[in-house]
């Protein structure tokens, strides 16, 4: 029997692997892919274990690209023979590569099933066992071939028996485990599905979007029983996620529901505590949870400085969308960025010293982008309006401060009428609470104690002129309330109005 001619792929774009995958009947035509490597560095790991005969790899790559691991391949496996995938633009990486001694190279706008069969053929005339074909008894595709072309998208051409031989039972289902991928998880996973679960068929499947994923096959009235015995295995380690998708009866639907357990994925990140996912048994979610984020709202407040009233709005919106679980992922992360950006430009806009929170919002998208969990995605936030707030409270007793400026000269224009800490207020805009905590922030004395202490000041000035009565003194500063004004005017000098005359004129 002719031994395969065995294939890595090597590219940093899913897709354009997924096609080479599938543009030929690959052991049809005497080849059989081993592997697929994302970049140059990946794939050298893989030739040392797999020993391809060809290597097909794109130009341009991250960590190493394609020119790189065509000169190392050379150099250390001189007889594995390498095609490249190139861009029109990447002629002069090209010519590198032939160089080095690629076999041949393909450009992708025309990267099709005829010319890479034409490219692996002349590629494969180096290797004496190689003839084109195998007989049609050895060319049936596998099991797990057929897995894969059903979620990648493509149909198959299985014969029934074939695939009633394999999966003997009703239904189907699908399970992914997730948690730091190694050899040893993956005997783990394997041993107890087999121990725990009688009479159900169980087949690997090959995919990179979850650590293990297997596709069960089954009767129906053994559904129960497999939900129970995943959620026992699943306490042997809570750091390993498990998730179950819907049943299903035709195999041909496969990718229907392996894009269900990739949505579903994601749920880890927000039910961290919830080890086992399984599609019917998802906790309720919040209905007002949903709601848009007012930003207008939001910076409208912000640029009024009622900073407590537009924090408090954005706490409450964030908790709310951490409790969406079925929220993207990247979009939860992305609000949270946009959120930090927008809060660093209007301190820079309201004259605050933001100049440190300029530095680390970048730290802060980093990290909040690297966030396993939603909990800690959500501190990431908290820490960063804990800086935000300390800038703002950093100009206490800053009388400089153009909105405090404004309030003072207010009270001194009109100390001498029946004004309040409400009416002020309102003619602000501001919030009656908010206005009370700025003005205590940003004074040494609240606005009663500032508003008596202006007035007290406004009565000296006449007492010591002589020429109006005390009772009269006491209405022109403000106050309806002649006995109220002696009373102010003793605790804050020290001795009643009538006194402090006498000293000026006795």
């Given at each position: 029997m002719n031994e395969w001619c065995k294939v890595l792929i090597v590219d940093d774009e899913v897709l354009i692997r997924q096609g080479i995958k599938h543009y030929i009947?690959?052991?049809?035509?005497?080849?059989?892919?081993?592997?697929?490597?994302?970049?140059?560095?990946?794939?050298?790991?893989?030739?040392?274990?797999?020993?391809?005969?060809?290597?097909?790899?794109?130009?341009?790559?991250?960590?190493?690209?394609?020119?790189e691991l065509t000169r190392a391949i050379k150099?250390?496996?001189?007889?594995?023979?390498?095609?490249?995938?190139?861009?029109?633009?990447?002629?002069?990486?090209?010519?590198?590569?032939?160089?080095?001694?690629?076999?041949?190279?393909?450009?992708?706008?025309?990267?099709?099933?005829?010319?890479?069969?034409?490219?692996?053929?002349?590629?494969?005339?180096?290797?004496?066992?190689?003839?084109?074909?195998?007989?049609s008894k050895d060319t049936i595709p596998t099991i797990e071939q057929m897995i894969e072309k059903l979620i990648s998208g493509y149909e198959i051409d299985h014969p029934l028996e074939?695939?009633?031989?394999?999966?003997?039972?009703?239904?189907?289902?699908?399970?992914?485990?997730?948690?730091?991928?190694s050899r040893q998880l993956e005997e783990d996973a394997e041993k107890n599905l087999k121990l725990h679960l009688k009479d159900i068929s169980i087949h690997p499947v090959a995919t990179t979007d979850l650590d293990?994923?297997?596709?069960?096959?089954?009767?129906?009235?053994k559904l129960p029983s497999i939900h129970e015995s995943i959620k026992v295995m699943s306490t042997s380690d809570r750091e390993i996620g498990w998730i179950v998708s819907e049943p299903f009866t035709l195999i041909t639907d496969l990718k229907i529901?392996?894009?269900?357990?990739?949505?579903?994925?994601?749920?880890?990140?927000y039910l961290q505590n919830n080890s086992v996912l399984i599609y019917d048994e998802l906790p309720s979610q919040l209905a007002n949870g949903n709601n848009p984020f007012n930003l207008n709202r939001f910076t409208e407040d912000f640029k009024r400085e009622q900073f407590d009233s537009a924090f408090d709005y954005l706490e409450k919106h964030v908790d709310d969308l951490s409790r969406q679980y079925t929220m993207d992922v990247f979009e939860f992360k992305s609000f949270l960025g946009n959120i930090i950006f927008?809060?660093?430009?209007?301190?820079?806009?309201?004259?605050?010293?933001?100049?440190?929170?300029e530095k680390e919002k970048y730290s802060y998208?980093?990290?909040?982008?690297?966030?396993?969990?939603?909990?800690?995605?959500?501190a990431l936030l908290h820490s960063f309006l804990a800086e935000a707030n300390t800038i703002i409270t950093s100009k206490s007793n800053d009388i400089s401060h153009p909105n405090m400026r404004k309030l003072l000269d207010y009270i001194e224009r009109h100390y001498a009428e029946s004004i309040s800490l409400s009416e002020m207020a309102k003619h602000f805009h501001f919030n009656p609470s908010y206005l009370s905590t700025f003005f205590n922030t940003h004074n040494k004395e609240g606005f009663s104690e500032y508003l008596n202490r202006i007035r007290i000041e406004k009565s000296v000035e006449l007492l010591e002129k002589g020429t109006v009565s005390i009772s009269e003194i006491s209405g022109m500063v403000g106050y309806s309330d002649h006995s109220y004004f002696t009373k102010v005017f003793k605790k804050m000098m020290g001795i009643s109005p009538s006194s402090y005359r006498k000293r000026f004129f006795t």
């Amino acid at each position: 029997m002719n031994e395969w001619c065995k294939v890595l792929i090597v590219d940093d774009e899913v897709l354009i692997r997924q096609g080479i995958k599938h543009y030929i009947n690959w052991e049809q035509e005497g080849f059989q892919i081993v592997g697929e490597a994302a970049n140059g560095r990946e794939a050298l790991d893989m030739i040392e274990k797999l020993d391809p005969h060809i290597v097909i790899t794109d130009i341009v790559m991250p960590m190493m690209d394609g020119e790189e691991l065509t000169r190392a391949i050379k150099k250390d496996y001189p007889n594995i023979e390498v095609i490249v995938l190139s861009s029109f633009g990447d002629f002069d990486y090209v010519r590198s590569t032939f160089q080095s001694g690629v076999a041949d190279y393909i450009l992708k706008p025309k990267l099709d099933g005829p010319e890479l069969k034409k490219a692996l053929q002349q590629a494969a005339k180096k290797f004496p066992f190689f003839t084109t074909g195998k007989n049609s008894k050895d060319t049936i595709p596998t099991i797990e071939q057929m897995i894969e072309k059903l979620i990648s998208g493509y149909e198959i051409d299985h014969p029934l028996e074939t695939i009633t031989e394999v999966f003997p039972y009703s239904h189907f289902c699908l399970l992914g485990i997730n948690g730091t991928k190694s050899r040893q998880l993956e005997e783990d996973a394997e041993k107890n599905l087999k121990l725990h679960l009688k009479d159900i068929s169980i087949h690997p499947v090959a995919t990179t979007d979850l650590d293990i994923t297997y596709l069960l096959n089954f009767n129906i009235d053994k559904l129960p029983s497999i939900h129970e015995s995943i959620k026992v295995m699943s306490t042997s380690d809570r750091e390993i996620g498990w998730i179950v998708s819907e049943p299903f009866t035709l195999i041909t639907d496969l990718k229907i529901y392996y894009d269900q357990l990739l949505k579903m994925i994601q749920y880890h990140f927000y039910l961290q505590n919830n080890s086992v996912l399984i599609y019917d048994e998802l906790p309720s979610q919040l209905a007002n949870g949903n709601n848009p984020f007012n930003l207008n709202r939001f910076t409208e407040d912000f640029k009024r400085e009622q900073f407590d009233s537009a924090f408090d709005y954005l706490e409450k919106h964030v908790d709310d969308l951490s409790r969406q679980y079925t929220m993207d992922v990247f979009e939860f992360k992305s609000f949270l960025g946009n959120i930090i950006f927008n809060i660093t430009v209007l301190l820079g806009n309201m004259d605050y010293d933001n100049e440190a929170l300029e530095k680390e919002k970048y730290s802060y998208f980093a990290s909040i982008n690297d966030a396993t969990h939603v909990k800690e995605a959500t501190a990431l936030l908290h820490s960063f309006l804990a800086e935000a707030n300390t800038i703002i409270t950093s100009k206490s007793n800053d009388i400089s401060h153009p909105n405090m400026r404004k309030l003072l000269d207010y009270i001194e224009r009109h100390y001498a009428e029946s004004i309040s800490l409400s009416e002020m207020a309102k003619h602000f805009h501001f919030n009656p609470s908010y206005l009370s905590t700025f003005f205590n922030t940003h004074n040494k004395e609240g606005f009663s104690e500032y508003l008596n202490r202006i007035r007290i000041e406004k009565s000296v000035e006449l007492l010591e002129k002589g020429t109006v009565s005390i009772s009269e003194i006491s209405g022109m500063v403000g106050y309806s309330d002649h006995s109220y004004f002696t009373k102010v005017f003793k605790k804050m000098m020290g001795i009643s109005p009538s006194s402090y005359r006498k000293r000026f004129f006795t």
